[in-house]
């Protein structure tokens, strides 16, 4: 019998049978009717005891079992019952941790999903300008190649290098972002130092394309990561010159409020399409409007900076009207 393999189970039946026989006895030392009366309690006790210990081991083998199929991946079983004890209340807990189980399940196979996907943009991002380096360095080993295209394509190669690099190091501090070893500092700047700050490497090429940029900011102080939140401010300041043509405006502008600090920036650009607008935030995500350079990282990269500090970005846009871009950093985190 299976309940004999159990030693708990064999020296708990030792016992009793011991002290049931002691009893016994001194029982019919007694009186012959004690002695009866204590062998048919001991007895009774004795079956009470196995019919009891018996159902608990065919309910802990039903719990193993369920485990067992759990661990193959049946994540839908439900093991819980409506009665009282505590086996039921163990059968309501492992229950508790199958649904944690299938929802981490899901969770882990989303993204995997997502990272092979991000892996084969990655490699398609890199593909492209490497596949074109390569047909120009073959072309630059021609001897009768002019000197104006071979610096046509020393050139190209250069900017080819240039997006090569500005794609690895965007997404090292993505990766960077997502594993959370990034350390978001709690420093405080005026909110037209950081403005200007964000500002500064994007001037020239705003000025090359003839783009008006006029900054509106008082002398509210934010807190936050200046090196990291001024990265997420450049990234939507780029997005918002390369969708503003010639000759467009771009307003910076911030603004009090006593729950949080806000910076806005809007411009008159061509806009976001309506179908875009649930998207932009999404890594890789190319809207219509893209432009062929454009890999999708910026505006995730950005609004990941600010979630991690406890902010947020709010869009709102419009086709051929432009697009606004509403940054908030919560002041009641510390």
């Given at each position: 019998?299976?309940?004999?393999?159990?030693?708990?189970?064999?020296?708990?039946?030792?016992?009793?049978?011991?002290?049931?026989?002691?009893m016994?006895?001194?029982?019919?030392?007694?009186?012959?009717?004690?002695?009866?009366?204590v062998?048919?309690?001991?007895?009774?006790?004795?079956?009470?005891?196995?019919?009891?210990?018996?159902k608990?081991?065919?309910?802990?083998?039903?719990?193993?079992?369920?485990?067992?199929?759990?661990?193959?991946?049946?994540?839908?079983?439900?093991?819980?019952d409506?009665?009282?004890?505590?086996?039921?209340?163990?059968?309501?807990?492992?229950?508790?941790?199958?649904?944690?189980?299938?929802?981490?399940?899901?969770q882990?196979?989303?993204?995997?999903?997502?990272l092979?996907?991000?892996?084969?943009?990655?490699?398609?991002?890199l593909?492209?300008?490497?596949?074109s380096?390569?047909?120009?360095v073959?072309?630059?080993?021609?001897?009768?190649?002019?000197?104006e295209?071979?610096?046509?394509?020393?050139?190209?190669?250069?900017t080819?290098?240039?997006?090569?690099?500005?794609?690895?190091?965007?997404?090292?501090?993505?990766?960077?972002?997502?594993a959370?070893?990034?350390?978001m500092?709690?420093?405080?700047?005026?909110?037209?130092?950081?403005?200007?700050?964000?500002?500064?490497?994007?001037?020239?090429?705003?000025?090359?394309?003839g783009?008006?940029?006029?900054?509106?900011a008082?002398?509210?102080?934010?807190?936050?990561?200046?090196?990291?939140?001024?990265?997420?401010?450049?990234?939507?300041?780029?997005?918002?010159?390369?969708?503003?043509?010639?000759?467009?405006?771009?307003?910076v502008?911030?603004?009090?409020?006593?729950?949080?600090?806000?910076?806005?920036?809007?411009d008159?650009?061509?806009g976001?399409?309506?179908?875009?607008?649930?998207?932009?935030?999404?890594?890789?995500?190319?809207?219509?409007?893209?432009?062929?350079?454009?890999?999708?990282?910026?505006?995730?990269?950005?609004?990941?900076?600010?979630?991690?500090?406890?902010?947020?970005?709010?869009?709102?846009?419009?086709?051929?009207?432009?697009?606004?871009?509403?940054?908030?950093?919560?002041?009641?985190?510390?």
């Amino acid at each position: 019998m299976f309940l004999l393999r159990n030693k708990e189970f064999k020296y708990i039946s030792i016992l009793i049978v011991f002290f049931s026989a002691v009893m016994t006895i001194l029982g019919f030392l007694l009186r012959p009717w004690a002695g009866i009366l204590v062998m048919i309690t001991a007895l009774s006790l004795s079956i009470v005891f196995f019919l009891y210990t018996k159902k608990r081991h065919e309910q802990i083998s039903k719990l193993s079992e369920y485990l067992r199929r759990i661990s193959s991946g049946e994540y839908s079983l439900d093991i819980r019952d409506n009665e009282e004890g505590e086996l039921s209340i163990l059968k309501s807990e492992i229950y508790k941790v199958t649904l944690m189980l299938s929802e981490y399940n899901e969770q882990l196979k989303n993204e995997k999903h997502l990272l092979s996907n991000q892996m084969a943009d990655i490699s398609h991002q890199l593909r492209t300008p490497l596949t074109s380096m390569m047909v120009m360095v073959d072309l630059l080993q021609d001897q009768q190649l002019s000197q104006e295209k071979r610096q046509q394509f020393t050139s190209q190669i250069h900017t080819q290098l240039e997006r090569i690099e500005w794609l690895v190091s965007s997404l090292l501090k993505m990766s960077r972002l997502d594993a959370g070893v990034v350390s978001m500092k709690r420093e405080r700047i005026e909110a037209r130092r950081l403005i200007d700050k964000a500002l500064e490497p994007l001037l020239i090429p705003m000025e090359l394309k003839g783009i008006n940029c006029t900054v509106d900011a008082n002398k509210e102080i934010i807190t936050c990561d200046i090196k990291w939140t001024s990265e997420a401010l450049i990234n939507l300041l780029k997005n918002c010159m390369e969708h503003t043509p010639s000759g467009g405006h771009i307003q910076v502008e911030a603004k009090y409020n006593p729950l949080y600090s806000e910076i806005i920036i809007s411009d008159n650009g061509e806009g976001i399409p309506k179908e875009d607008l649930p998207h932009i935030f999404t890594r890789f995500y190319r809207g219509k409007n893209a432009s062929p350079d454009s890999v999708g990282i910026g505006l995730a990269m950005s609004y990941s900076i600010l979630r991690i500090q406890n902010g947020d970005i709010l869009v709102s846009s419009k086709e051929g009207e432009g697009t606004r871009f509403a940054i908030r950093l919560y002041k009641s985190v510390v």
